[in-house]
Nanobody, 125 residues
Framework: QVQLVESGGGLVQAGGSLRLSCAASGRTFSSYAMAWFRQARGKEREYVAAISRSSGSTYYADSVKGRFTISRDNAKNTVYLQMNSLKPEDTAVYYC??????????????????WGQGTQVTVSS
């Protein structure tokens, strides 16, 4: 199991940028695929982006392709989500998630076992 702590959320105007960080505990971070999910009020949780354990594969939801970039630094046990050209519809609580994998792959959305507490992102119009 890995402990996850998100940071970097906040209030930003439409068109602006934010970078979310997720710090993981433990010495086996490089064994985990990492992901970002988000949940807007009254909506289902959305699988936003994911990155495999060695960064060989990534996934992006259609809603964020070309605007968001996921990356990781295994030496720092941290995964990032760079969010550019933010829109009001990006407003949500953003959650970091982890799933241990044997291969360098991106898990399906329902495979993730470890979750952070979430960080609020609010985009004003």
């Amino acid at each position: 199991q890995v402990q996850l702590v998100e940071s970097g959320g906040g209030l930003v105007q439409a068109g602006g940028s934010l970078r979310l960080s997720c710090a993981a505990s433990g010495r086996t971070f490089s064994s985990y695929a990492m992901a970002w999910f988000r949940q807007a009020r009254g909506k289902e949780r959305e699988y936003v982006a994911a990155i495999s354990r060695s960064s060989g594969s990534t996934y992006y939801a259609d809603s964020v392709k070309g605007r968001f970039t996921i990356s990781r630094d295994n030496a720092k046990n941290t995964v990032y989500l760079q969010m550019n050209s933010l829109k009001p519809e990006d407003t949500a609580v953003y959650y970091c998630a982890a799933e241990i994998t044997v291969w360098d792959r991106v898990p399906r959305r329902n495979e993730y076992d470890d979750w952070g507490q979430g960080t609020q992102v609010t985009v004003s119009s």
